[in-house]
């Protein structure tokens, strides 16, 4: 059963005092704090519970603010009865929410896909329905621009899948699945295939990137919301393509490679061939020391366009975790290093730019904490010093509803 947290009305004059003294971190509230044109609302995904990668503490999904000029983060609602909600996205509309259930078996399919409704006055979440990811560990999702279906990717199992919407927000069975083929590699991570992002690029295309097969599998969107394969792009040897983002303005593909620790652009002019690949550049100064030492894990784009960051996991004693900035140049989309900054603590998992691009927060995993950067006029996060507990924060989203 999906519940929420509260706290007796009694309670929040107090808890106002500890979040703006600075010594509470993330505690859930009875009623929620009233909505204000001075915060960014923003959505957290987070593991629920122990796993083989991740010790799971979280209760469930997050509901958060952020102040418009200082940073600060507060606590608004939290929705619990969710295993492993890790990975979510808000509908363009900002009604609904939808979000992973990231599980798995040895078995059997048991991966799970969730629509909820969200009331921006309340600031609250609550359950529409849940139905079959067709896969397990699901790990990726993202709605298509036009807001009428839900995609997927599954990791383990490597399928790729689609939900269209009904009128009400809620998912309706897949409309289609597909299986990812596997290329033989002999990098221990690529065992098989696993898909690790899929996203609609327009009204006509859809792309997913695949760690195990090295492959971005390229798709169109046709009659009734079925997938059909069109092309496949295989990326550097052994780079393990995790995620990819989308200039806004120009047909610049940018992929994160997980294992290489390489960002590569692509010319995305069409996705009914094989991109052809512009540059590749290690997501660290020194990219000698990239490999084995350094896992990527995500990857996005300033508002403006002019510029790209990365999150950097360092493996074994690695103390990489950081932040790395990137310069777009604005005649070929090629990428030029400007330098990477601490995030402030153990496996940053996720991070996300505020509506207006001042703000980067940053969702630290293992540490159990989110940090708050400001974006100076050359592109770099500086720390604000603002810091927030919340277990095991795995994704962060933004409202789409508010600039």
């Known amino acids: ?34 909505s204000s044109p001075d915060s960014h609302l923003f959505f957290v995904g987070t593991y629920t519970q122990k796993e083989g990668h991740v010790d799971g503490k979280a209760a469930g999904i997050y509901v958060c603010g952020m102040d418009k000029k200082t940073g600060t983060v507060s ?9 492993n909600p890790s990975y ?28 909820l409704a969200f009331d921006p006055e309340t600031q609250q979440l609550s359950h529409l329905n849940a139905v079959s990811s067709h896969g ?44 990812h083929a596997y290329a033989q590699s002999s990098h221990p991570r690529q065992e098989a295939a696993h898909a690790h992002m899929i996203q609609a690029l327009d009204e006509q295309y859809v792309l997913a990137a695949d760690l195990g097969s090295n492959q ?8 009734g ?28 593909l940018y992929v994160l490679n997980e294992l290489s620790a390489t960002v590569e652009l692509y010319d995305a002019d069409s996705l009914q061939q094989s991109l052809p690949a512009v540059q590749r550049i290690s997501t660290i100064s020194d990219s000698s020391r990239a490999v084995p030492t350094i896992s990527c894990a995500a990857i996005h784009l300033h508002p403006n366009g002019r510029f790209l960051y990365v999150s950097n996991r360092g493996l074994g004693e690695s103390q990489e975790n950081s932040i790395a900035s990137f310069a777009i140049s604005p005649e070929d989309g090629q990428l030029s290093f400007l ?44 720390a604000t010093g603002q810091e927030f507990s919340l277990p095991t924060p795995v994704c962060l989203k933004f409202w789409p509803g508010q600039p």
Request: net charge negative; charged share 15%.
């Open 136 to 179: 397990n560990a699901p790990c990726h999702i993202s709605v298509a621009p036009d807001g009428s279906m839900v995609l997927v990717a599954n990791y383990v199992g490597g399928t790729v899948a689609g939900f269209p919407l009904k009128e009400d927000g809620s998912l309706a069975e897949a409309s289609s699945v597909h299986q």
């Open 1 to 34: 059963m999906l519940t929420r947290s509260h706290m007796k009305p009694t309670q929040i004059a107090y808890l106002l005092i500890l979040i703006m003294s600075g010594l509470l971190g993330c505690q859930p509230t009875e009623e929620p704090m009233e």
């Open 225 to 252: 919301d079925s997938l059909a394969l069109q092309a496949m792009t295989t990326v550097q040897a052994e780079g393990g393509p995790r995620h990819f983002a989308c200039h806004p303005e120009k047909n610049w």
């Open 339 to 382: 330098g990477s900054v601490s995030s402030g603590g153990s496996i940053p998992r996720d991070f996300a730019i505020s509506p207006d691009g001042k703000f980067l927060v940053v969702a630290n995993q293992n540490s159990d904490n989110l940090l708050t950067y400001s974006i100076n006029e050359a592109g770099l996060p500086v």
């Open 216 to 223: 971005l599998i390229h798709y169109s969107r046709e009659a």
């Open 75 to 83: 606590m608004l609602d939290t929705l619990s009865g969710i295993t």
């Open 88 to 115: 979510l996205t808000p509908h363009p509309n900002g009604k609904f929410v939808y979000a992973v259930s990231e599980i798995a078996a040895a078995d059997a399919y048991v991966g799970e896909v969730v629509a």
